[in-house]
């Protein structure tokens, strides 16, 4: 007879912080906006940060990759103190951002901006080879000139380059500006498959339903402080509470940091919700709404029948054990009950229509003292910078071959015709010189130009003082 131990199950460690702020506070001018957050996010998770306008997500943000500094408070990078460390010396140590605003150089192609993360000692090959797999369709594109790119495709870009130099962390501000759901959705899937990679993410967003989908854990951000953590399941259904009243009635609202947003939830059914049940089934579980504010809600009350965006549950698979894109449970902890129920939904913005191809270009263009500079052609300049080293090529070859002739055969080739053919190289090989120089300057200086002018930001963020 064989007799079965049955041990019990050990938990997985949570695994360490990699990244970890600590009492962090800052301010623009006099006025404080970050009043003491910590936050730790563990190594190789996606940690979403939602909240409503002006809470102080993306200030936390900008102080967490070294681009604001902070008055109070540190920050822990892999056990490293950073606190005012510069963002290049944070990207070497492996922190890199995708800011608000998408931040690329839109007169630069999208190799020429993927090509800017190169001055990290990562070669663009290896650049290349790192982006390409996960953003195919910047392969597509690489010619182009990113600010004739879709949204979309320019937020990819974004992630694109800051995932370029093998990041560590990567922390990722508003995905969703200005985007249609399903380019979200799309951009959502793309930060899953960098996190399934073992990049640890750290993301703020103002619309919950997609960022809860991917993220093993989340936060509340309200008025300068994390007001709640827990699992995607726990921070939806204190949302949702928070929607609902919590089992109860609500409380009367407090003036407190809290109030400063309504959170909006449709009912999310239980994750255990019995199975068998036939409308549990049937019935998809709802998206997470955004947050608004007050006066959001009241300015677009309209309910809404835009297509939804990607459901709550709708993330990566969950082949690891995380929540990462599990269904959400109910739960009444987390975010104080805040929200009138019945109030209507919110509508995501939807996205500005994108101009044709042309009208972006002619968008792109720049009046410098009464003259109209549109952004190159950049398929053109490289075609026409390899036509003037083929002419150069040609203009040489002609003229050794005139003088070759010349001295070898005599009877094919008079002294004079050989000075017309050697005349004749040397102009073709001059303008041919004339085309390349042109051409691969203006493409050398375009990008050495936009390369100095992201080192000097960096430079003036990093030498702003510090607002106390
Ligand atoms: N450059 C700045 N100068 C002065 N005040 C600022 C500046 N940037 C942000 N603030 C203020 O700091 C507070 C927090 O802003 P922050 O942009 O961090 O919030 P947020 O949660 O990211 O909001 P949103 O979701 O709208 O981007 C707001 O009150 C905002 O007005």
Redo the contacts with the bound molecule.
């Keep these: 007879m064989t007799l079965t131990l049955e041990l019990p199950v050990p938990l997985a460690p949570e695994p360490p912080p990699v990244l970890e702020l600590r009492g962090i506070k800052a301010a ?2 006099q ?1 404080e ?1 970050l009043h003491g957050v910590d936050l730790a996010v563990p190594a190789g998770k996606v940690v979403a940060v939602l ?10 943000l900008k102080v967490a990759s070294g681009m604001h500094p902070p008055t109070g408070g540190d920050i822990w990078l892999a056990g490293r103190r950073v606190t005012g460390a510069s963002p290049v010396d944070l990207a070497r140590l492996g922190l890199c951002s995708v800011p ?1 605003g998408r931040g690329v150089f839109p007169n630069l192609t999208v190799a020429e901006n993927l090509w800017m993360a190169s001055y990290r000692g990562v070669s663009k090959a290896r650049i290349e080879e790192r982006v390409f797999p996960i953003f195919p369709r910047l392969k597509e594109r690489r010619r182009q000139a990113a600010g004739t790119m879709s949204g979309g495709e320019q937020q990819m870009l974004a992630m694109a380059r800051a995932i370029a130099t093998d990041p560590a962390v990567l922390l990722v501000d ?1 995905l969703s500006m200005g985007l249609a759901p399903l380019v979200v959705e799309q951009l959502f899937e793309i930060v899953a498959q960098i996190a399934d990679s073992g990049v640890t993410v750290l993301l ?1 967003e ?1 619309f919950a339903q997609t960022a809860l989908g991917v993220a093993d854990l989340a936060a509340v ?1 309200t008025g ?1 402080r994390i007001t709640a953590v827990g699992t995607p399941h726990e921070i939806a259904a204190g949302l949702h509470s928070a929607y609902l009243g919590g089992g109860g009635e609500p409380d009367e609202p407090e003036e407190s940091d809290a109030t400063a947003f309504t959170a909006i939830l449709p009912a999310v059914p239980p994750a255990d919700s019995p199975a068998e049940d036939p409308l549990v089934k049937s019935i998809p579980p709802p998206p997470v709404p955004a947050f608004a504010t007050e006066s959001d809600s009241v300015a677009d009350p309209a309910p809404t029948d835009e297509p939804a965006a990607a459901p709550a549950d709708g993330g990566t698979p969950d082949t690891d054990g995380d929540t990462r894109g599990e269904p959400m449970s109910t739960n009444t902890a987390g975010v104080p009950p805040t929200v009138p129920a019945g109030t209507p939904l919110p509508v995501q913005p939807p996205a500005p229509p994108m101009p044709p191809q042309g009208d972006r270009t002619e968008a792109l263009a720049m009046d410098v003292g009464g003259l109209r500079i549109k952004p190159p052609n950049t398929t053109a300049d490289t075609q026409l910078m390899w036509l003037g080293v083929v002419l150069m090529v040609a203009g040489i070859g002609t003229g050794v071959g005139a003088y070759i002739m010349s001295h070898t055969t005599t009877l094919y080739l008079t002294q004079f015709d050989a000075i017309v053919a050697a005349s004749l190289g040397i102009t073709i090989s001059i303008a041919g010189m004339a085309l390349f120089i042109r051409y691969s300057l203006s493409t050398f200086l375009r990008f050495w130009l936009a390369r100095l002018i992201a080192v000097q930001q960096a430079a003036i963020q990093q030498n702003t003082p510090p607002s106390s």
């Design positions: 623009y001018e006025v906006v909240g409503p306008n002006g809470a102080g997500k993306t200030t936390m608000e508003e703020v103002q951000m300068g």
